[in-house]
T-cell receptor
Framework: NAGVTQTPKFRVLKTGQSMTLLCAQDMNHEYMYWYRQDPGMGLRLIHYSVGEGTTAKGEVPDGYNVSRLKKQNFLLGLESAAPSQTSVYFC?????????????FGSGTRLTVV | DQQVKQNSPSLSVQEGRISILNCDYTNSMFDYFLWYKKYPAEGPTFLISISSIKDKNEDGRFTVFLNKSAKHLSLHIVPSQPGDSAVYFCAALYSGNTPLVFGKGTRLSVIA
């Protein structure tokens, strides 16, 4: 049981390049989230999804797009990377409403934009 | 506007002593609070939680206290162990569907 898997684990991008971060979960969870962690800023929500085909904006959505075409996958896209997007990105998932705990996090993707 | 605040970026404690990590919140709608622990190069892992209808929850060495009138919660670790050295995030939510809101985290160092 892999839980939440993020790929890639590390990436260096040049300013203006695009990339997609993939999050996959095998727990049949309905809800999925993308957070970014920056020094002194904690975990900030970028986008989230409450089910297949749905997405919603979080606290810091600008510069990112997401898609949830399949229940098990949640993709985070950067269309034109900027140095301000240098961060560690965490994906998380949880079960249906009524279960208030049970966020499972991936191990993170460390992205550097130069 | 930060809704969940952890005002101590770091804390250093001797092994065997008590560690107390604090968290304040501003949103009165929050009704469930959680603590997550994070080691370097790993994702956060759930540690302990408390509902707003309680004022204390214990799990082994970990106890969370909630003071609703002060909008304050704290995590007590007794006794502290070197393996407890990590970043601890306080998080909160209201209703079952809203995403977790995290504090900035407190780095705990337990010195042997």
């Amino acid at each position: 049981n892999a839980g939440v898997t993020q790929t890639p684990k590390f990436r260096v991008l040049k300013t203006g390049q695009s990339m997609t971060l993939l999050c996959a979960q095998d727990m049949n969870h309905e809800y999925m989230y993308w957070y970014r962690q920056d020094p002194g800023m904690g975990l900030r929500l970028i986008h989230y999804s409450v089910g297949e085909g749905t997405t919603a904006k979080g606290e810091v959505p600008d510069g990112y797009n997401v898609s949830r075409l399949k229940k098990q996958n949640f993709l985070l896209g950067l269309e034109s990377a900027a140095p301000s997007q240098t961060s560690v990105y965490f994906c998380a998932s949880r079960r249906t409403p009524g279960t208030r705990i049970g966020y499972t996090f991936g191990s993170g993707t460390r992205l550097t934009v130069v | 506007d930060q809704q969940v605040k952890q005002n101590s970026p770091s804390l250093s404690v001797q092994e065997g002593r008590i560690s107390i990590l604090n968290c304040d919140y501003t949103n009165s709608m929050f009704d469930y609070f959680l603590w997550y622990k994070k080691y370097p190069a790993e994702g956060p892992t759930f540690l302990i939680s408390i509902s707003s209808i309680k004022d204390k929850n214990e799990d082994g060495r970990f106890t969370v206290f909630l003071n609703k009138s002060a909008k304050h919660l704290s995590l007590h670790i007794v006794p502290s162990q070197p393996g407890d050295s990590a970043v601890y995030f306080c998080a909160a939510l209201y209703s079952g569907n809203t995403p977790l809101v995290f504090g900035k985290g407190t780095r705990l160092s337990v010195i042997a």
